[in-house]
């Protein structure tokens, strides 16, 4: 059995551990993020026929461009980066989107997630909610993956692979959320629905 000294060291290390790791998340926050999803590589980049409708960052030759197979974990407020993108056909999102086969209108809510988020397809056709700095929330469905492992190709517009924490919003999820599509990308939050 445990003598009484051990017990009360035990005691205390739980206790400072309880203390100062909400304090180094809160000081270090992004630091916390990059140690729970790390980069698994890179692709070197190919230019093409790019569609800079929504102000779409272009491949350059042979630039290399970071690769991710996760994204940092989901909780009730997953801190993210909204982007701006249209789901239409001939919009600047590439193909169909992967849930559905279809094309959306740009007034129709809808997402693509980072390909952890993306869940191999999991979150298909589920509902996000996605809360703005300014206060406003929207729901939006899930219909296509934010590919965070390939891209400069037909397939993604010969756009870079997207980053780990991306929530890749229609012009109506911007819209509804009161934001300036002319940004481009705004911090925000989100959560299953």
Not at 36 to 60: A, D, F, H, L, P
Not at 94 to 117: E, H, K
């Amino acid at each position: 059995m445990a003598s009484t000294t051990t017990m009360a060291r035990i005691s205390l290390s739980v206790s400072l551990a309880a203390i100062l790791l909400p304090l180094a998340l809160a000081t270090f926050p992004h630091r916390a993020l990059l140690q729970s999803c790390q980069s698994n590589g890179s692709i070197r980049g190919k230019s093409g026929s790019c569609n800079t409708e929504n102000g779409s960052e272009c491949c350059e030759d042979g630039k290399r461009y970071t690769t991710f197979a996760c994204s940092p974990p989901v909780t009730a407020r997953t801190r993210a980066t909204l982007t701006l993108n249209s789901f239409a056909d001939h919009g600047d999102g590439g193909g169909a989107s992967s849930c559905t086969g279809t094309f959306f209108d740009d007034d129709v809510r809808v997402v693509a997630l980072s390909t952890g988020w993306f869940s191999r397809s999991k979150r298909c056709r589920k509902s996000i909610v996605i809360r703005a700095s300014n206060g406003r929330s929207v729901k939006a469905m899930v219909v296509d993956e934010c590919d965070s492992l390939h891209g400069c190709d037909t397939e993604h517009n010969f756009e870079p692979p997207c980053a780990s924490n991306i929530v890749d919003g229609s012009p109506a999820v911007w819209k509804a959320l009161g934001l300036n599509t002319d940004d481009g990308e705004v911090p925000i939050t989100w959560s299953d629905a």
